[in-house]
């Protein structure tokens, strides 16, 4: 029965291939290899995304600006600048990172006192010299006052004024051998205070998580005594939460407007305008009074006319 059942079986069409089990081999090519390219794929995207979070982290862009090949470091005072300068809302955890500034300010400090100690060599070396090219070896520091002057603009645009003791130091700094370069750099400060007054106001405007961190952070280097780092975070206080540092004793600190009514003495008819023009963005008991003084300012001294490529 069984025997004439399978007879009875049809049989395969002439001219098909006999049907086979597949291949481990085709099966291999058929899930197993695609499954592989498509997990390497995912691991490369996970690893550039953690790259790409790494680079956006302040540590990041610390470490390109401490670098001694100057490639690097420009290119991350590059990519700093232009995240800083972007008035999206994603930015703004940069600029309420008061940790993050006050390193900017320490490195700022640091570059400026060796541009200073470089400036002082240089000018006694031109002050030896019978060329009658000397005055080129100026160039020299071309590099670092660059260097200076985008640390100088950088943090200008926090919202959080720690850099404002250095900026400060720096305007009044008229004691220079290299005029032209050290004008330019003063003007440049005092530009960077007037931003730095203006983005102060953002404070305000911060989230309260994002505020209460940077004050937090500010507190802590403020009761460290002493120090110039201690100055800035006491300072940035002052102008953010003045009864902070009132209550806890703190009265060392820089105060703007001071800076800004000695420099209405300078010689330079540009500062003394720039000086006017700064008093719209930091008040002070002398602030009226000292623009007072300055509208009827008849332009005495004589200006000094550089350019960038002096």
Known sequence: MESAAANDAPKPAAGLPPVQPPSARFIGQLFVIPGLIITVIVLLVIVSTLFVRREREPAYFLQQLDSDNMDIRWRGASDLAQILKRPEPATLRWKADAGFALDLVDRLDSARNELLKNEAKIGAEIAKSNDKDKHLLWRKLRNQRDFVSFLVSALGEFHVPVGAPVLCTM?????????????????????????????????????????????????????????????????????????????????????????????????????????AMAFNFWDGPQAEATLLRLSQDTGRGTLIRVEEID
Request: proline share 3%; glycine share 4%.
């Open 171 to 275: 305007v009044k700094h008229d004691a220079s051998a290299d005029v032209k370069g050290n004008t330019l750099q003063r003007r440049k400060a005092l530009w960077a205070l007037m931003n730095m007054g203006e983005n102060l106001h953002g404070f305000a405007k911060m989230p309260k998580e994002q505020q209460d961190s940077a004050l937090e952070t500010l507190r802590a280097e403020a009761a460290k005594g002493a120090t110039a780092r201690s100055n800035w975070a006491r300072t940035a206080l002052h102008y953010i939460e003045p009864e902070s540092v009132r209550i806890r004793g703190h009265e060392q600190y820089t105060r703007v407007d001071e800076t800004l009514v000695a420099l209405t003495n300078s010689d330079d008819p540009f500062m003394r305008e720039l000086v």
